[in-house]
C-alpha cells in the first residue's frame, strides 16, 4: 500500500514514519496447492522469492502509475443491477434488525428506548444532513507519457536504404523464370520428343516390315517353287516307273511271244502228226470201208453165226428136251428111283448151269486165246455177249421150272 | 473442411479446369483417390491432371505400380463423356510407351475398350481405336485382340465408321492378321476391303492394301486375296505412291500361288510393275521386284521380261542391299531356263 499523500502541515521531521501495514518480503508461493488431506504444515523456514519474477508484483513505472479504475464500463443495465442489489441488502439488513433480541416486557411495564450514554442524542429519523460539496476537477485527459529519452551515448550513425537496392526484379525473378520455364520446356520438349520417337519407330517398323514382307515373299516363292518341282519330280518320277512298267512288260511279252513263237514252230507238225495218229486224217474210201462196209460185213457174220448157235441152241434144246424125257421115263420108276430122281433134280439142275459154266469155261480159255485178234476178238465179245443174253433166259427158264 | 486454396480468386495463370498436383511422388497417389470420389468435377479435374502428367514414361511407370488401370476401367463405363473420353485419351497416351503397353495388356483392358466401340460420342470411338491400333503394334498386343474375339467387330465397323476411325481400324487388322487370318477370312472381310480399296481416300486405299498383304501372308488367304488381283493391278496406277506400294506388296504375296500368277498375267500386270521398278526413289521398288520375279517363275511372264532385264540391271546399283539381292534373284529367275 502506498503511503497517502498528506496534506496540511510538512511532516515533522522527528516522527519516524509508520507504515499503516509494513512492509514484508513476500514468500514464495508454492507451485501446486497442498493436497487436501495434507496436516496442517509446519513451519516452514521461509522461502523468499525474488521479486523480479514475481507475478504479483506491478511492473513498470511506479511514478506515473496508472490506475485502473475498478468499474471500467458499466452501462444502464447494470447501475440498475447493483441499485436492486443495494435496495435488497437494505432490506435484509431492516429485516434482520426487526428480530427482537430483548424479551417481551412484564405486565404493567413497558420498554422505552432509553439512551444511557453521557451525551444524549436527539433521535430521530430525520438524519441530520450537513450538504458539502466537493468537487474534483474535472477529469483531464492524461497528457501523453513524455518521450524517455535515456541520455544519449554513443555516437551517431546513420544509414538509409535506397530504392532499388534490396531488391532487383530482375536478378530476382531470374530462379523462378528459369524453373517456370524450364518446367514448359521440358513438358513440351518430352511431347516432342515422344512424337518423334514414335515416328522414328514407326518408320523403323515400317522399313522392317517392308524387308520382312519382302523376305516372308521370297521364302513363300522358294517354298512355293520347291514344292513344285518336288511336285514335279514325283510326277516324272512316276511317268518314269510307268514306262520302266511299261517295258518289263513290253520284254515280257516279246520274251512271251518268242517262246510262243518258238514254241508253236513244230505245233503244227505235231498237231497234224497227233492228228494223224488219232486218225483225224482218214482215208475216206478206207474210212467209208470201215464204216459202213464192215460193220455190214459184222452183221452178216454175225448173223450167220447166231444162225450157227441157233442152230446150235436148238440142237441143245433138243438134247434136253430128250434128257428130260428120258429123266421123265426113268423117274416113273418106284420110290427107290425118286431119291435118285431127287438126287438127280437137282443133278440136272446143277448140270444145267454146270453145261453153262462149263461152256463158259470152254468160252474163257477160247477168249483169251483169241483176245489178240480185234475182229475175232469182237467176234467173240459179241458171242460172249450173246450167250450171256442167253444166260439169264436160261436161267429164267431154270427158275420157270424149279418154280 | 479446410482446403488448399487460400483465397477464392484463383491466380491469373492457374488452368482451372485441373486438379492441382500434389508435389513429387504423392501427385498420382492424391490423383488416384480424386478419381474414385463420387463427385463428377473433381474426377473430371483429377482425369485432366493425370493426362498432362502421363505423358512421362516414369509417370506411366508409376502409375501402372499403383493400380490407375483397374480404377480407370471402371471409368470407361461412366455416363459422363468428358470422363469417357479422357479415360480413353488417358489409355492412349499409356499405350504410346512400352511400359503402358505391357501393363494395359497384362491389366485386360483391351476387352474394356472393346464395350465403347458403340459409344455415342466421336472422340471416345477414336480414342479406343487409337489405343487397339497401338497396342496391336506389339506382338503380345496383336494376340490380346485376338483372343478377345475382336476381329469381326472390327470387320463390321469398318463399314459404317467415319473415315479416321477406319484408318485406325485398318491398321489395327493389319497388325491383327500379320499373326492369323481366319477369323477375319470367316467374317467375309475381302467383300468389304474390296470395296475399301476404291475408297476415296488415299490412306484408306492404301492401309486397305496393306490388309489385304497381311491376310495374304498366310496360305488360306492368299487364295481369297486371288479375288482381288485385277483391282490390286488396277491400283498400281495410281498417283499415291503409298497406294502403290501397298498394292505392290499385296500382289507380292497373291502371286506367290500359280492361280494368282495367272491372274496377274491375265490383268497385265507387268507394265505397271516394270514402271515401279523403273523408278528409283519408289517406296514400291522392292516389292515390285519381288512380284516380277514370281511372276517370271511362269513361262509366259519369262519371255515378257526377257526383253527387260536392263531394268533390273538398273537395280543392282541402289544403295539399299535388300533391293540388290533381290534384283540378282530376279535376274537369275528370269534367265533360267528347264534344260
Given at each position: 500500500?502506498?503511503?497517502?499523500?498528506?496534506?496540511?502541515?510538512?511532516?515533522?521531521?522527528?516522527?519516524?514514519?509508520?507504515?499503516?501495514?509494513?512492509?514484508?518480503?513476500?514468500?514464495?508461493?508454492?507451485?501446486?496447492?497442498?493436497?487436501?488431506?495434507?496436516?496442517?504444515?509446519?513451519?516452514?523456514?521461509?522461502?523468499y522469492a525474488n521479486v523480479m519474477y514475481d507475478p504479483r508484483v506491478v511492473r513498470g513505472n511506479t511514478y506515473a502509475?496508472?490506475?485502473?479504475?475498478?468499474?471500467?464500463?458499466?452501462?444502464?443495465?447494470?447501475?440498475?443491477?447493483?441499485?436492486?442489489?443495494?435496495?435488497?441488502?437494505?432490506?435484509?439488513?431492516?429485516?434482520?434488525?426487526?428480530?427482537?433480541?430483548?424479551?417481551?416486557?412484564?405486565?404493567?411495564?413497558?420498554?422505552?428506548?432509553?439512551?444511557?450514554?453521557?451525551?444524549?442524542?436527539?433521535?430521530?429519523?430525520?438524519?441530520?444532513?450537513?450538504?458539502?460539496?466537493?468537487?474534483?476537477?474535472?477529469?483531464?485527459?492524461?497528457?501523453?507519457?513524455?518521450?524517455?529519452?535515456?541520455?544519449?551515448?554513443?555516437?551517431?550513425?546513420?544509414?538509409?536504404?535506397?530504392?532499388?537496392?534490396?531488391?532487383?526484379?530482375?536478378?530476382?525473378?531470374?530462379?523462378?523464370?528459369?524453373?517456370?520455364?524450364?518446367?514448359?520446356?521440358?513438358?513440351?520438349?518430352?511431347?516432342?520428343?515422344?512424337?518423334?520417337?514414335?515416328?522414328?519407330?514407326?518408320?523403323?517398323?515400317?522399313?522392317?516390315?517392308?524387308?520382312?514382307?519382302?523376305?516372308?515373299?521370297?521364302?513363300?516363292?522358294?517354298?512355293?517353287?520347291?514344292?513344285?518341282?518336288?511336285?514335279?519330280?514325283?510326277?516324272?518320277?512316276?511317268?518314269?516307273?510307268?514306262?520302266?512298267?511299261?517295258?518289263?512288260?513290253?520284254?515280257?511279252?516279246?520274251?512271251?511271244?518268242?517262246?510262243?513263237?518258238?514254241?508253236?514252230?513244230?505245233?503244227?507238225?505235231?498237231?497234224?502228226?497227233?492228228?494223224?495218229?488219232?486218225?483225224?486224217?482218214?482215208?475216206?474210201?478206207?474210212?467209208?470201208?470201215?464204216?459202213?462196209?464192215?460193220?455190214?460185213?459184222?452183221?452178216?457174220?454175225?448173223?450167220?453165226?447166231?444162225?450157227?448157235?441157233?442152230?446150235?441152241?436148238?440142237?441143245?434144246?433138243?438134247?434136253?428136251?430128250?434128257?428130260?424125257?428120258?429123266?421123265?421115263?426113268?423117274?416113273?420108276?418106284?420110290?427107290?428111283?425118286?431119291?435118285?430122281?431127287?438126287?438127280?433134280?437137282?443133278?440136272?439142275?446143277?448140270?444145267?448151269?454146270?453145261?453153262?459154266?462149263?461152256?463158259?469155261?470152254?468160252?474163257?480159255?477160247?477168249?483169251?486165246?483169241?483176245?489178240?485178234?480185234?475182229?475175232?476178238?469182237?467176234?467173240?465179245?459179241?458171242?460172249?455177249?450173246?450167250?450171256?443174253?442167253?444166260?439169264?433166259?436160261?436161267?429164267?427158264?431154270?427158275?420157270?421150272?424149279?418154280? | 473442411?479446410?482446403?488448399?486454396?487460400?483465397?477464392?480468386?484463383?491466380?491469373?495463370?492457374?488452368?482451372?479446369?485441373?486438379?492441382?498436383?500434389?508435389?513429387?511422388?504423392?501427385?498420382?497417389?492424391?490423383?488416384?483417390?480424386?478419381?474414385?470420389?463420387?463427385?463428377?468435377?473433381?474426377?473430371?479435374?483429377?482425369?485432366?491432371?493425370?493426362?498432362?502428367?502421363?505423358?512421362?514414361?516414369?509417370?506411366?511407370?508409376?502409375?501402372?505400380?499403383?493400380?490407375?488401370?483397374?480404377?480407370?476401367?471402371?471409368?470407361?463405363?461412366?455416363?459422363?463423356?468428358?470422363?469417357?473420353?479422357?479415360?480413353?485419351?488417358?489409355?492412349?497416351?499409356?499405350?504410346?510407351?512400352?511400359?503402358?503397353?505391357?501393363?494395359?495388356?497384362?491389366?485386360?483392358?483391351?476387352?474394356?475398350?472393346?464395350?465403347?466401340?458403340?459409344?455415342?460420342?466421336?472422340?471416345?470411338?477414336?480414342?479406343?481405336?487409337?489405343?487397339?491400333?497401338?497396342?496391336?503394334?506389339?506382338?503380345?498386343?496383336?494376340?490380346?485382340?485376338?483372343?478377345?474375339?475382336?476381329?469381326?467387330?472390327?470387320?463390321?465397323?469398318?463399314?459404317?465408321?467415319?473415315?479416321?476411325?477406319?484408318?485406325?481400324?485398318?491398321?489395327?487388322?493389319?497388325?491383327?492378321?500379320?499373326?492369323?487370318?481366319?477369323?477375319?477370312?470367316?467374317?467375309?472381310?475381302?467383300?468389304?476391303?474390296?470395296?475399301?480399296?476404291?475408297?476415296?481416300?488415299?490412306?484408306?486405299?492404301?492401309?486397305?492394301?496393306?490388309?489385304?498383304?497381311?491376310?495374304?501372308?498366310?496360305?488360306?488367304?492368299?487364295?481369297?486375296?486371288?479375288?482381288?488381283?485385277?483391282?490390286?493391278?488396277?491400283?498400281?496406277?495410281?498417283?499415291?505412291?503409298?497406294?502403290?506400294?501397298?498394292?505392290?506388296?499385296?500382289?507380292?504375296?497373291?502371286?506367290?500361288?500359280?492361280?494368282?500368277?495367272?491372274?496377274?498375267?491375265?490383268?497385265?500386270?507387268?507394265?505397271?510393275?516394270?514402271?515401279?521398278?523403273?523408278?528409283?526413289?519408289?517406296?514400291?521398288?522392292?516389292?515390285?521386284?519381288?512380284?516380277?520375279?514370281?511372276?517370271?517363275?511362269?513361262?509366259?511372264?519369262?519371255?515378257?521380261?526377257?526383253?527387260?532385264?536392263?531394268?533390273?540391271?538398273?537395280?543392282?546399283?541402289?544403295?539399299?542391299?535388300?533391293?540388290?539381292?533381290?534384283?540378282?534373284?530376279?535376274?537369275?529367275?528370269?534367265?533360267?531356263?528347264?534344260?
Amino acid at each position: 500500500m502506498l503511503p497517502a499523500p498528506r496534506r496540511g502541515a510538512a511532516a515533522p521531521a522527528a516522527v519516524p514514519y509508520c507504515y499503516c501495514s509494513p512492509p514484508r518480503a513476500l514468500p514464495a508461493r508454492t507451485k501446486y496447492r497442498p493436497p487436501p488431506e495434507a496436516a496442517p504444515q509446519e513451519k516452514e523456514p521461509v522461502r523468499y522469492a525474488n521479486v523480479m519474477y514475481d507475478p504479483r508484483v506491478v511492473r513498470g513505472n511506479t511514478y506515473a502509475l496508472q490506475v485502473i479504475p475498478a468499474c471500467t464500463h458499466l452501462d444502464l443495465f447494470e447501475i440498475q443491477r447493483q441499485r436492486e442489489a443495494r435496495r435488497k441488502a437494505l432490506a435484509r439488513k431492516r429485516a434482520k434488525e426487526q428480530v427482537q433480541l430483548t424479551p417481551e416486557p412484564v405486565e404493567g411495564r413497558e420498554h422505552v428506548h432509553v439512551q444511557t450514554e453521557l451525551y444524549l442524542e436527539e433521535i430521530s429519523d430525520r438524519t441530520i444532513e450537513v450538504d458539502t460539496e466537493c468537487q474534483t476537477d474535472a477529469f483531464l485527459d492524461r497528457p501523453p507519457t513524455p518521450f524517455f529519452i535515456p541520455a544519449k551515448t554513443g555516437r551517431d550513425v546513420a544509414t538509409q536504404i535506397e530504392e532499388g537496392e534490396l531488391f532487383d526484379f530482375d536478378i530476382e525473378v531470374e530462379p523462378i523464370l528459369e524453373v517456370l520455364v524450364g518446367k514448359t520446356m521440358e513438358q513440351a520438349l518430352l511431347e516432342v520428343m515422344e512424337e518423334e520417337e514414335l515416328a522414328q519407330l514407326w518408320a523403323h517398323q515400317r522399313a522392317y516390315a517392308e524387308l520382312r514382307n519382302a523376305e516372308l515373299a521370297e521364302v513363300q516363292r522358294l517354298e512355293e517353287q520347291d514344292r513344285r518341282y518336288r511336285e514335279e519330280k514325283e510326277r516324272r518320277k512316276l511317268q518314269h516307273m510307268q514306262m520302266l512298267q511299261k517295258q518289263k512288260e513290253t520284254t515280257e511279252k516279246i520274251a512271251a511271244w518268242a517262246f510262243a513263237k518258238r514254241y508253236l514252230t513244230d505245233l503244227i507238225p505235231s498237231v497234224f502228226s497227233n492228228l494223224r495218229e488219232s486218225g483225224f486224217f482218214y482215208d475216206p474210201i478206207e474210212r467209208d470201208i470201215e464204216t459202213e462196209f464192215l460193220p455190214w460185213l459184222m452183221t452178216e457174220v454175225e448173223e450167220t453165226l447166231e444162225k450157227k448157235v441157233l442152230g446150235r441152241m436148238m440142237l441143245d434144246s433138243l438134247i434136253r428136251t430128250v434128257v428130260e424125257k428120258r429123266l421123265d421115263a426113268f423117274s416113273q420108276e418106284p420110290l427107290s428111283g425118286q431119291t435118285e430122281a431127287s438126287a438127280e433134280e437137282p443133278g440136272p439142275i446143277d448140270a444145267a448151269p454146270q453145261e453153262a459154266d462149263e461152256i463158259e469155261a470152254a468160252d474163257l480159255p477160247v477168249t483169251a486165246s483169241e483176245e489178240s485178234d480185234q475182229p475175232v476178238a469182237e467176234e467173240q465179245l459179241s458171242r460172249r455177249i450173246s450167250f450171256q443174253l442167253e444166260e439169264p433166259d436160261q436161267a429164267e427158264t431154270e427158275d420157270l421150272e424149279t418154280e | 473442411m479446410a482446403s488448399t486454396r487460400i483465397s477464392a480468386q484463383l491466380p491469373p495463370d492457374i488452368d482451372p479446369t485441373k486438379a492441382p498436383i500434389a508435389f513429387g511422388r504423392r501427385a498420382l497417389p492424391k490423383l488416384n483417390e480424386e478419381i474414385q470420389s463420387p463427385e463428377l468435377l473433381t474426377q473430371q479435374r483429377a482425369l485432366m491432371a493425370l493426362c498432362d502428367l502421363v505423358h512421362d514414361p516414369e509417370k506411366v511407370y508409376q502409375a501402372i505400380q499403383i493400380g490407375f488401370v483397374e480404377n480407370l476401367k471402371n471409368l470407361l463405363l461412366h455416363h459422363d463423356s468428358t470422363v469417357r473420353q479422357k479415360t480413353t485419351e488417358i489409355f492412349c497416351i499409356m499405350a504410346m510407351h512400352n511400359v503402358g503397353r505391357q501393363g494395359l495388356i497384362q491389366k485386360g483392358v483391351i476387352p474394356a475398350l472393346a464395350e465403347l466401340m458403340d459409344d455415342p460420342v466421336d472422340i471416345c470411338r477414336k480414342n479406343a481405336h487409337q489405343v487397339f491400333e497401338m497396342m496391336a503394334k506389339l506382338h503380345e498386343g496383336a494376340a490380346d485382340i485376338l483372343r478377345a474375339g475382336l476381329i469381326p467387330l472390327l470387320m463390321f465397323k469398318l463399314k459404317s465408321e467415319l473415315n479416321e476411325i477406319q484408318e485406325l481400324i485398318l491398321d489395327t487388322l493389319s497388325n491383327c492378321l500379320r499373326v492369323e487370318a481366319s477369323e477375319a477370312l470367316s467374317s467375309g472381310a475381302i467383300t468389304i476391303l474390296k470395296e475399301k480399296l476404291t475408297h476415296s481416300s488415299v490412306t484408306i486405299r492404301s492401309k486397305a492394301a496393306q490388309v489385304l498383304l497381311e491376310i495374304g501372308t498366310h496360305p488360306e488367304g492368299k487364295i481369297v486375296v486371288g479375288e482381288v488381283i485385277p483391282v490390286l493391278v488396277s491400283l498400281l496406277e495410281d498417283t499415291d505412291s503409298e497406294v502403290q506400294a501397298s498394292a505392290t506388296g499385296a500382289l507380292m504375296f497373291a502371286t506367290i500361288k500359280p492361280q494368282g500368277r495367272f491372274s496377274a498375267l491375265g490383268a497385265e500386270a507387268i507394265p505397271p510393275l516394270l514402271k515401279l521398278v523403273a523408278g528409283e526413289t519408289s517406296k514400291a521398288r522392292l516389292s515390285a521386284i519381288k512380284t516380277l520375279t514370281m511372276l517370271a517363275e511362269l513361262p509366259e511372264g519369262r519371255r515378257k521380261l526377257l526383253d527387260h532385264t536392263d531394268t533390273f540391271q538398273q537395280c543392282l546399283n541402289d544403295p539399299r542391299e535388300a533391293v540388290r539381292r533381290a534384283a540378282e534373284i530376279a535376274i537369275r529367275v528370269i534367265k533360267w531356263k528347264p534344260f
